[in-house]
C-alpha cells in the first residue's frame, strides 16, 4: 500500500523560508506526477505546485509564482517544496499528492501546518 509522509512544516516570520518534504514508499515513484495542495481554515484546498514523474516540467499557482519551488529526488523517492518570502496568506495545512501519470490512481499525505505570522 502506497504511503507519502510530510515534513518541515512549522512556525515562521513573515519573509522566513521553510523546505517542506515529502517521502514516498510503496509504489513506483518514477511513475507519478507529484503535487502540493493548502487547505486554510474555511477555504477549499488549493493546488499550490506540480511536477511532472519526469521532473523535467513544473507549474505553479499565481499566488506563489516566483515564491516556491517544487522538485523531486528520483533517487530518494521525496518531493520538496522550498518556500521563500512567506507572507502571512501562504498559512495553511500542506499536503503533498501523487498522481500516476497514466491510471491516475492517488495518494495524499497526511498533511503538514505551515504558520506564518509574527
Known amino acids: 500500500q502506497g504511503q507519502l509522509v510530510e515534513s518541515g512544516g512549522g512556525l515562521v516570520q513573515p519573509g522566513g523560508s521553510l523546505r517542506l518534504s515529502c517521502t514516498a514508499s510503496?509504489?513506483?515513484?518514477?511513475?507519478?506526477?507529484m503535487r502540493w495542495y493548502r487547505q486554510a481554515p474555511g477555504k477549499e484546498r488549493e493546488l499550490v505546485a506540480t511536477?511532472?514523474?519526469?521532473?523535467?516540467?513544473?507549474n505553479y499557482a499565481d499566488s506563489v509564482k516566483g515564491r516556491f519551488t517544487i522538485s523531486r529526488d528520483t533517487a530518494k523517492n521525496t518531493v520538496y517544496l522550498q518556500m521563500n518570502s512567506l507572507k502571512p496568506e501562504d498559512t495553511a495545512v500542506y499536503y503533498c499528492?501523487?498522481?500516476?501519470?497514466?491510471?491516475?490512481?492517488?495518494?495524499w499525505g497526511q498533511g503538514t501546518q505551515v504558520t506564518v505570522s509574527s
Open positions: 499528492n501523487a498522481v500516476h501519470s497514466l491510471t491516475y490512481g492517488a495518494y
Open positions: 510503496g509504489f513506483t515513484f518514477s511513475n507519478y506526477n
Open positions: 511536477t511532472t514523474n519526469t521532473g523535467h516540467f513544473t
